[in-house]
């Protein structure tokens, strides 16, 4: 989506509206870091995320390979910096040509700072001179694909404090093709409605989007204040040196005068605000709780599908996803990038034979073996596996090896079920509770337009021991509403449902649309993910030294436990699902395995059967 478009909505709606910046890190940690920190920023509801460009190098790739990432497989719309720092025609082709291949519909001209050897800024031989330069060349080769934006600036740029020329360069940026201005930080409120008046008067007409910096430490916000030339309010200064040695203290004082900032720009008829998070969420998230901004009951952050969507080139119109890689979406959407399209605009056909290959995208888990007994400790038995579990479910960790986000917020519904379910043994991995018929604005289940109402089928996946599975089919077979399907590792179907057709486990039904089924149980998908579920619980064993307790319990899981998964098929209501498994437990929660002996199978299970016992009454 078009940035200009995201502000006309934000102004015909007037509801809050703002946006991210990050940068590159300079380290492979640091990036994974920040990929999990925009995750988790985007469920505070910005618009759209950008991220700046690197004065050449592998910076500069690296810019490239984020907005990939952020656009295709957390499903941020992003974008993307390009400036004419050591920049030459083919480099930024090649730039643009990544980005719409993201499906990246959105990018910043810039005429960038000067490399670090360099104290000018020098064009590249073959490169362009100024933004505008850049601007006229996107908007020649790709028409309207970019929205394209330049930077404004209210208190001059570090090279030029002429306001009239650069008002001037301005206008031509916009003439060339730029639809959207974002402006160099700044504390000056009044200055900025000045600057506004100033730009209008010129005829610029193209939407403002103010850079709002928010203060985490009294040293950070002068250092970036002084390096931008930026005007500090004196009442500001007052306010913050006597507590400078106190970042707690700066912190608080900094989120109110930098909201009441936001309140004056908003006033003069700004409908957008653009932070420059400098990778960090906390003052951020200060300033947005400040201005009543952050999501809540009563300001829910809507959503197109029950699942994040990748915005991906030819995948925004997905609307159909098996229920299995609910918890792992990237892992979902980098094995399915090549495939082909349903004609019923489903993504992937699951007969391909790319479906259940793995070595294409690496399923394995992340984080490496050491780090890995940091978070999940050493199980040694089924108990301290199902302690993990709780913990996850009480949001004491934030992800397992089959989950990459913390526990979702709706099943706070079927919590004390499924805290009861790991208690006995019974490992959850996926679930969601039934839904009958809530709008589509709830603020938990909702999805999809207003004045819908959303339905979801309860469903359940776990991994159970060989003789717990054969009690839980014996006794689905006295529910009618239920199927199900299990396999082992060896890839041993078991199922009731009768046929191989997708079973829609979420709907929703809306004013003039036809029934929206983007959620689904399928045979074969289900076959493809347990390659992938086995291939985590593996990788978690091998975090551990080979005949350890924790090596062995993971294997013996591994290599003799179903996954099962159990839809209710009635809606109405999901407490059968749970009916189904009461009374069942592991025989002996405690049991430490034993290291071979000989060469021989482990000593907790023989010829492929657990020798544990199994409570249940049948």
Same mark, same amino acid.
């Given at each position: ?7 006309? $909505?934000?102004?015909?709606? =007037? ?13 492979? !940690?640091? #990036? ?10 985007? /469920?505070?509801?910005p618009k759209f995320i950008d991220i700046t460009w690197g004065a050449g190098g592998r910076i500069a790739e690296l810019t490239c390979e984020m907005v990939v990432q952020a656009q295709t497989y957390l499903g941020l719309e992003t974008c993307m910096h390009l400036t004419c720092t050591d920049m030459g025609e083919e480099k930024v082709n090649d730039a643009l040509k990544r980005a719409y291949k993201a499906g990246c519909t959105n990018i910043l001209a810039l005429r960038g700072d000067p490399p670090r050897e360099k104290e000018k800024w020098v064009a590249s031989?073959d490169g362009f001179r100024y933004a505008g330069d850049l601007v006229e060349y996107i908007r020649k080769n790709y028409g309207s694909h970019f929205d394209i934006g330049v930077a404004g600036y209210p208190e001059g740029c570090d090279d030029n404090k002429d306001e009239d020329l650069l008002l001037d360069h301005l206008k031509e940026k916009v003439d060339k093709g730029a639809t959207f201005i974002v402006t160099q930080m700044f504390y000056d409120a009044d200055n900025f409605v000045r600057w506004v008046e100033k730009v209008r008067a010129r005829g610029i ?20 204040? +002084? ?16 507590? %400078?040695?106190?970042?707690? @203290?700066?912190?608080?004082?900094? %989120? ?26 906390? @003052? ?19 959503? @197109? ?43 992937? $056909? ?13 399923? =394995? ?18 108990? $301290? ?9 009480? *949001? ?9 986000? &913390? ?15 790991? *208690?006995? =043994? ?6 969601? &509770? ?19 109402? #959303? ?17 839980? !089919? ?6 009618? $509403? ?25 709907? =929703? ?20 993910? *347990? ?48 009916? #189904?498994? /009461? ?18 199978? +482990? ?6 059967? /657990?020798?544990?016992?199994?409570? @249940?009454?049948?």
């Amino acid at each position: 989506m078009h940035i200009r478009e995201m502000l006309a $909505d934000a102004e015909r709606s =007037g509801e809050p509206s703002f946006s991210f910046e990050y940068f590159p890190p300079k380290t492979a !940690q640091g #990036v994974q870091n920040l990929y999990d920190r925009m995750e988790r920023m985007h /469920s505070w509801g910005p618009k759209f995320i950008d991220i700046t460009w690197g004065a050449g190098g592998r910076i500069a790739e690296l810019t490239c390979e984020m907005v990939v990432q952020a656009q295709t497989y957390l499903g941020l719309e992003t974008c993307m910096h390009l400036t004419c720092t050591d920049m030459g025609e083919e480099k930024v082709n090649d730039a643009l040509k990544r980005a719409y291949k993201a499906g990246c519909t959105n990018i910043l001209a810039l005429r960038g700072d000067p490399p670090r050897e360099k104290e000018k800024w020098v064009a590249s031989d073959d490169g362009f001179r100024y933004a505008g330069d850049l601007v006229e060349y996107i908007r020649k080769n790709y028409g309207s694909h970019f929205d394209i934006g330049v930077a404004g600036y209210p208190e001059g740029c570090d090279d030029n404090k002429d306001e009239d020329l650069l008002l001037d360069h301005l206008k031509e940026k916009v003439d060339k093709g730029a639809t959207f201005i974002v402006t160099q930080m700044f504390y000056d409120a009044d200055n900025f409605v000045r600057w506004v008046e100033k730009v209008r008067a010129r005829g610029i007409t193209a939407p403002i989007i103010p850079g709002i910096m928010p203060i985490a430490t009294y040293a950070s916000f002068l250092r970036r204040a +002084n390096h931008m030339n930026c005007k500090i309010p004196e009442e500001w200064m007052a306010k913050l040196e006597p507590v %400078k040695n106190d970042d707690v @203290a700066v912190r608080e004082i900094g %989120k109110t005068l930098v909201a009441e900032l936001c309140r004056k720009v908003l006033a003069a008829g700004i409908h957008h605000l653009h932070f420059y998070t400098m990778n960090l969420a906390q @003052a951020t998230r200060m300033v947005l709780e400040e201005l009543e901004w952050m999501p809540s009951a009563d300001r829910p952050i809507k959503q @197109a599908l029950p699942w994040k969507q990748s915005l991906g080139l030819g995948r925004r119109g997905e609307d159909v996803r098996p229920i299995f890689w609910r918890n792992r979406n990237k892992s979902y959407i980098a094995r399915t990038q090549e495939w082909d399209e349903f004609p019923n605009g489903r993504w992937g $056909d699951s007969r391909s034979p790319a479906f259940g290959e793995l070595d294409a995208y690496g399923v =394995g888990l992340t984080g490496t073996n050491e780090q890995n007994r940091k978070k999940w400790g050493e199980p040694a038995c089924i108990r $301290d596996i199902s302690n993990l579990f709780v913990r996850y479910l009480n *949001k004491e960790i934030d992800y397992l090896p089959w989950s990459e986000a &913390p526990v979702a917020e709706e099943a706070d519904q079927i919590k004390d079920e499924l805290i009861d379910l790991n *208690k006995r =043994g019974l490992i959850t991995v996926n679930s969601q &509770p039934a839904v009958n018929g809530v709008k589509s604005t709830h603020p938990v289940h909702g999805w999809g337009p207003s004045n819908g109402y #959303v339905y979801q089928k309860a469903y359940l996946e776990l991994l159970v021991s060989p003789e717990l599975f054969t009690v839980i !089919q014996s006794r689905i077979e006295n529910h009618p $509403d239920l199927t199900y399907h299990a396999v082992n590792k060896s890839g041993k179907l078991h199922t009731n449902a009768r046929s191989e057709a997708p079973n829609a486990v979420t709907w =929703g039904v809306f004013p003039g649309k036809e029934i929206v089924q983007p959620t689904i149980v399928e045979r074969i998908s289900f076959l493809a993910w *347990k390659d992938e579920a086995y291939q985590l619980g593996t990788d978690w064993a091998r975090c551990y030294e080979a005949n350890t307790p924790s090596r062995l319990l993971l294997e013996e899981i591994m290599n003799t436990w179903y996954l099962v998964n159990i839809v209710n098929n009635d809606f109405h209501q999901g407490n059968t699902l749970f009916e #189904v498994l /009461s009374g069942l437990e592991v025989a002996d929660l405690n049991k430490v395995p034993e290291p071979p002996v000989n060469g021989e199978a +482990n000593g907790v299970y023989q010829n492929g059967h /657990s020798t544990n016992g199994v409570k @249940a009454s049948t």
